[in-house]
């Protein structure tokens, strides 16, 4: 039987525990486990860094949300990126990023990996021909974000995954700001899919953590040998906490949605605003493929401010309902400036984003509220 997202979110890998019938998955606080002899673990458990029954209920359930066949939970978003670079690359290769990749994701590539040999180049990923261009014999993986984290730009996933089958390179999504509810980028041929559950799949501000998923099984198997080996799992009540998020994701999105739209048309008429960059709004470069690949176009709204920087820095300042800091996608409304907070390792690259530049985190909270406080805040 086939089931929908919303089913899959409540039940994937979340069974009523045997012995009791609790339809919530135990929180699982061990570190160990007693074995029936030796070499004869219960049911494959041995130790919890290896295997967890509450991080297996939650990498089941992100696998079955993602389309794929393995679900591997971590620490956090840059744990998961970490390992799974470490499993694919080797000193001399070479990836491709995007031109405004997330600032922690840059920070890994350029100033972590790029130490050990790693090498990369930054291309914009919403135009195919620019990634063609960054590839060179050495690339093992063209990564990318979609919608990109600030300026909400759109890859082509379907196109991407096919130059990157050519090139015998591995397509990295990282889908945390659409989520899987919005976007399942193995259905459109990428190869591995790179969450921030602390994110929208958590949903609450309450909890880091991060995943990958992955459909082919062969990497799958590499991916979960890095992830024992290197050993930045999450423990147990944070797997527990991101499944409890993970089961009202669908209908957080859609306010998440709801909310984000309106705020877009009230943002788009202001005297204070230069530019609205959203991909549901038609003007977009990236709308009708956004329109093709997602559900909806997500929680996430980024505008640039009359009158500059500073201007940018006084509006984050002078909101009051919207939280002024970092992170994303928790129910929450969240403000920020980019290029001073979640962008400031890329200042001085390629990547460095404007400084007019107000990022958006939109919540559940009542419309109206959030409106007017925008409102205030633009002055």
Not at 39 to 62: I, K, V, W
Not at 321 to 342: C, D
Request: aromatic share 6%; hydrophobic share 40%.
């Amino acid at each position: 039987m086939t089931f929908g997202f919303e089913t899959l979110a409540i039940h994937a890998g979340q069974e009523p525990e045997p012995r009791t019938g609790a339809v919530v998955p135990p929180i699982y606080q061990t570190s160990t486990y007693a074995q029936d002899a030796v070499g004869a673990p219960r049911e494959g458990y041995e130790y919890s860094r290896t295997a967890n029954p509450t991080r297996d209920a939650l990498q089941e359930c992100l696998a079955a949300l993602e389309g794929g066949r393995r679900g591997l939970a971590f620490a956090s978003g840059l744990a998961a990126e970490d390992t799974l670079l470490r499993s694919v690359c080797q000193p001399g290769d070479h990836v491709v990023i995007p031109d405004d990749a997330y600032g922690g994701t840059f920070r890994l590539f350029a100033k972590v990996a790029q130490r050990w040999g790693l090498d990369w180049t930054a291309a914009k990923v919403s135009d195919v021909d620019a990634v063609r261009a960054a590839i060179t014999p050495r690339t093992k993986i063209i990564w990318v974000e979609t919608p990109t984290n600030p300026l909400l730009g759109i890859a082509d996933i379907a196109a991407l995954a096919a130059l990157a089958k050519d090139h015998d390179a591995l397509l990295t999504v990282d889908n945390t700001f659409a989520s899987p509810y919005l976007q399942q980028p193995l259905a459109h041929g990428a190869d591995i899919v790179v969450h921030s559950t602390t994110k929208y799949v958590g949903g609450h501000s309450d909890v880091v953590g991060g995943a990958l998923i992955v459909d082919e099984e062969g990497l799958g198997q590499e991916l979960a040998y890095h992830q024992n080996a290197m050993g930045a799992i999450n423990g147990p009540f944070d797997a527990w906490l991101t499944l409890r998020g993970v089961k009202t994701l669908g209908v957080r999105m859609d306010r998440h949605c709801d909310n984000a739209e309106r705020l877009v048309e009230f943002l788009a008429s202001h005297r204070k605003v230069a530019q609205v960059l959203y991909p549901g709004m038609p003007e977009h470069p990236g709308h009708e493929i956004a329109a093709k690949q997602m559900r909806r176009f997500g929680g996430m709204i980024s505008f640039r401010a009359v009158g500059g920087e500073d201007e940018a820095i006084a509006i984050c300042n002078r909101a009051r309902l919207f939280v002024l800091g970092e992170s994303l996608g928790g129910v929450e409304s969240l403000i920020e400036h980019p290029g001073r907070m979640t962008h400031a390792s890329v200042v001085g690259s390629p990547l460095e984003v404007p400084g007019d530049l107000v990022r958006l985190s939109v919540g559940i909270e009542t419309v109206d509220d959030l409106v007017a406080d925008l409102d205030q805040a633009l002055g």
